[in-house]
């Protein structure tokens, strides 16, 4: 969406850029804001409608109670704020930050606009009926749109650089705010609309939000922030870790601390961990693995067989611990096995070897080939994992504070996450984890450089299949059955989209995109039949927005920003006449 | 007389129908710097593919220091033969210190595990190749742009960075396949400076490269390789009063070459006006 060209110095904007928008740019920006602004106090609906008012007081309210605007409506209005300052303030790379709130303004007026038009039958809804007026959505649209027109004609530039140094206490301090508003944003995407289908409406909230929370989102990152922050958090390493484990174990303590998050949160979780290993594979090594949650398949049905449950095969009951590291590692051995065919086949032809496995794992499974899986009636009645006598699908109280039931699961997921992430980490900056990206970049080159292609591949396989297998032995315990139908195709798939949507190779990025891929489905249960349709929508404009993922790698965002090397481009170097060497 | 340190004996190579090399045979000395030269297609490239291991000789054998080499690249490089590739092939996505960083993975110890856990030895260990590697950028005159990604030097630093990345390895012979394809005379003549103090620091160097002047400039001994045969062999000299050296270039008489350059000399002045 850049549309700035190679080799243009980052302070000024090249000459083409500026359009026939050029001298409109501030006014519209203005225009935009202030509409925004109007829209928050507008009303939005003409009449009640069937499932009740539609929700932030926004029916028939005209003005009544400006300082008191909540929900969507404050969103529009902090937007159109938003809007006026980046207008008038001095802020780097102003056209991205107006064009990113303008994005953000248009998408909340027009989904909250698009539902009760749907909802209410009818344009009437927004615009005017028996009397009544309500306007809000279609101003906000207005106002939206304005303002990304006013972002392409203030030109859109390079996203702002910050060089500024902070002492150690104020960056501690800059990290802490920031990891608890990112808390705050969590909890808030976890629990707007409310839980499951209580609130008729909650599907179109949580749209919403995800409209006001990409815009402000995108608006900071045109401004620098989110960069600079990356890097102040680099800087800091061991402090950000340490305090985003806290805000992960504090999460149970907000809003979202209750039975129904704490499950959903630790399925992301479990997911997000298989998803970590999975980019060892994709991200790194660039094998791509279609038949990938084969593995966490094998882990689970290892560690239930272990588990002492009735219909568990094996006969003998070991410590979850134990039987963790017995399914991480029968599931490793697979990894080596199917990573094999890679020291012949590349690419696509990997791929269907993958897809191959991962059919055979399920059918196999299915049809209980090795009498160890049940085949259809699954493996049920794991017991769950206990401490120290205390259930971890119970509730659990530390003195007076009683916490929801499966936070102890959810506790010890985020163990798992953060488990993963380290290995992942540390492998990524070693030696094993260079000759991993070597391989992807130019496999001929990498063997010229000593690396042994065939042997690192397999390596790849083996440590992702074996993080897979522990997410599974703990997805065993956790759901308390073990049944094929956890592990076919359509997973192995949205592993894959969550890695290559959170950014491949990037640890933030497929924890991201695993929440998304898991949250989505789940905020948007009362689209019915429409659900899919709209996450693969979703998932179809991230994807043409950002492809190189929502968190990309250091190296996928240096891409975007080379720029500003002054280099000058290699293809026009290659072009010297042969008559100037000799 | 010593072993010398790269010996190529009798190299054949066929693909299906086609006779790429037809025996081959090529002798580096120690501290020696040899030039390959010959016309588009002779099998330069196959050549130097099978002095690496990347292809495997139909018959003849490579020797370094009197040991046959290995049929894999991984395994030559390791043994002490490193090269560069003809069209640029660094890992564009990584930065400059890690492009070379990955040079040095033969001659690092850590193992997954090691590489797990970061432990003290491990970070001995990854310290030493850094330095290592900042030492071999600066020797190439690549300074201060550790962080920055490959894809984004220019032209002639990908070169340099293509070199110290093979440096990186250790090698005893380094094999450079065109490096100053696409330079300016300028750039040429550093990347000669580059070579002779390669060859100072005693490692032997082959190098292929169509710039004939660069060639007879920098080796001590020169190949030419026509259609998969060796031709001529010899010092520079030998080799450029050679009559069928030129020909074997032009693929005509030098009479009506020095023609043809004059009428092209002439329609180029023609546009010009």
């Known amino acids: ?582 | 007389m010593s072993t010398p340190v790269l010996e190529a004996r009798d190299v054949s190579m066929v693909f299906g129908g086609l006779k790429a090399l037809k025996g081959v045979t090529l002798t580096l000395d120690e501290g020696k710097i040899v030039g390959l030269i010959g016309p588009n297609g002779a099998g330069k490239t196959t050549f130097f593919n099978c002095l690496t291991g990347l292809y495997q000789p139909t018959t003849g054998q490579v020797l370094l220091k009197g040991k046959e080499l290995p049929g894999d690249p991984a395994h030559v490089t390791k043994a002490g033969v490193a090269r560069t590739f003809q069209n640029i092939r660094l890992f564009p996505s990584m930065t400059v210190l890690e492009n070379v960083l990955v040079g040095r993975h033969s001659r690092m110890k850590q193992g997954p595990l090691a590489s797990l856990f970061h432990g003290p030895a491990y970070q001995r260990g990854e310290r030493a190749a850094r330095e290592r590697s900042r030492e071999l950028l600066a020797f190439v005159g690549l300074n201060n742009l550790d962080d920055e990604l490959s894809r984004n030097l220019p032209y002639g630093d990908q070169r340099r960075l293509e070199i110290a990345r093979a440096l990186a390895t250790d090698p005893a012979v380094l094999l450079l396949d065109e490096p100053t394809a696409g330079m300016n005379p300028q750039e040429t003549e550093a990347t000669q400076q580059l070579i002779f103090r390669i060859r100072e620091t005693g490692v032997s160097v082959v190098v292929i490269e169509h710039d004939i002047k660069f060639i007879f400039g920098l080796c001590d001994s020169v190949s030419v390789l026509v259609q998969g045969e060796l031709l001529v062999e010899g010092s520079p000299e030998t080799v450029r009063a050679d009559p069928r050296v030129v020909e074997a270039y032009l693929g005509k008489p030098p009479e009506e070459v020095q023609h043809d350059v004059e009428a092209a000399a002439a329609s180029a002045e023609e546009e010009q006006a």
């Open chain 1, 1 to 582: 969406m850049s549309t700035s060209t190679v080799s243009t110095p980052a302070a000024a904007p090249p000459v083409e850029q500026r359009s026939a928008l050029a001298p409109l740019g501030k006014p519209f920006a203005a225009v935009g804001g202030v509409l925004g602004i109007v829209a928050a106090l507008l009303p939005w609906v003409t009449f009640g409608l069937k499932d009740g008012n539609w929700p932030d007081k926004s029916t028939l309210q005209f003005f009544d109670a400006p300082f008191a605007v909540t929900g969507f409506r404050w969103h529009v209005l902090l937007l159109g704020v938003l809007i006026l300052v980046a207008a008038f303030a001095p802020v780097p790379s102003k056209g991205r930050v107006v064009r990113a709130l303008g994005w953000g303004l248009a998408v909340v007026s027009f989904i909250n606009g698009a539902y009760i038009t749907v909802k209410g039958g009818g344009l009437g809804a927004i615009t005017a009926l028996d009397g009544d007026v309500a306007f809000g959505s279609i101003v906000g649209l207005v106002g939206g749109v304005l303002a990304i027109l006013a972002g392409y004609g203030i030109g859109i530039e390079l996203p702002g650089q910050w060089k500024v140094k902070l002492s150690t206490p104020v960056a501690y301090l800059v990290l802490l705010v920031s990891f608890a508003a990112v808390l705050y944003a969590v909890a808030a995407m976890l629990t707007t609309g409310g839980v499951g289908t209580s609130n008729p409406y909650a599907g179109a909230i949580f749209l919403s939000f995800l409209g006001f929370a990409g815009g402000v989102l995108a608006a900071l990152s045109g401004v620098g922030f989110i960069r600079w922050l990356s890097v102040l958090s680099e800087e800091h390493r061991v402090f950000s870790v340490i305090v985003l484990a806290a805000c992960a174990l504090l999460l149970p303590f907000t809003e979202a601390g209750n039975e129904y998050w704490m499950t959903v949160a630790a399925n992301i979780g479990i997911y997000a961990a298989t998803a970590i290993g999975l980019n060892i594979v994709v991200g790194l090594a660039g094998l791509l693995d279609l038949g990938y949650v084969a593995f966490m398949g094998i882990g689970a049905l290892v560690a239930a067989n272990f588990s002492g449950a009735a219909t568990a095969h094996f006969g003998i009951t070991l410590p979850f611990p134990v039987a963790a590291v017995i399914a991480g590692v029968v599931a490793g051995i697979f990894g080596a096995i199917v990573g094999s065919p890679t020291l012949r086949v590349r690419g696509d032809y990997l791929a269907i070897v993958t897809l191959a496995f991962g059919e055979i794992f399920t059918r196999s499974a299915q049809n209980d080939i090795g009498g160890i899986t049940n085949g259809s009636n699954a493996i049920p009645g794991i017991p769950p994992l206990s401490l120290f006598g205390a259930e971890f699908n119970k509730s659990f109280s530390i003195g007076a504070v009683k916490l929801p039931a499966g936070v102890l699961y959810y506790i010890l997921i985020v163990l798992l996450v953060a488990a993963t992430m380290a290995v992942f980490a540390n492998l990524k900056f070693s030696r094993i984890g260079r000759a991993w990206i070597a391989i992807r970049e130019d496999e001929d080159a990498a063997r010229a450089m000593g690396i042994q292609t065939g042997k690192k591949k397999i390596l790849a396989f083996l440590i992702g299949a074996t993080l897979a297998g522990l997410a599974g032995a703990v997805f065993a315990h956790k759901n308390g059955t073990v049944s094929y139908e956890s592990f076919k195709f359509m997973e192995s798939v949205t592993l894959l989209a969550a890695v290559i949507l959170g950014g491949m190779g990037s640890i933030p990025g497929a924890v991201l995109g695993a929440a998304l891929l898991f949250v989505l489905p789940e905020k948007l249960r009362e689209f019915e039949e429409y659900r899919l349709m709209i996450f693969g929508l979703a998932l179809i404009v991230i994807m043409r927005f950002r492809p190189q993922g929502l968190i990309p790698d250091r190296h996928r965002r240096a891409e975007l920003a080379d720029e500003d090397v002054g280099g000058v481009p290699v293809d026009e170097v290659h072009e010297v006449p042969k008559e100037a060497k000799a």
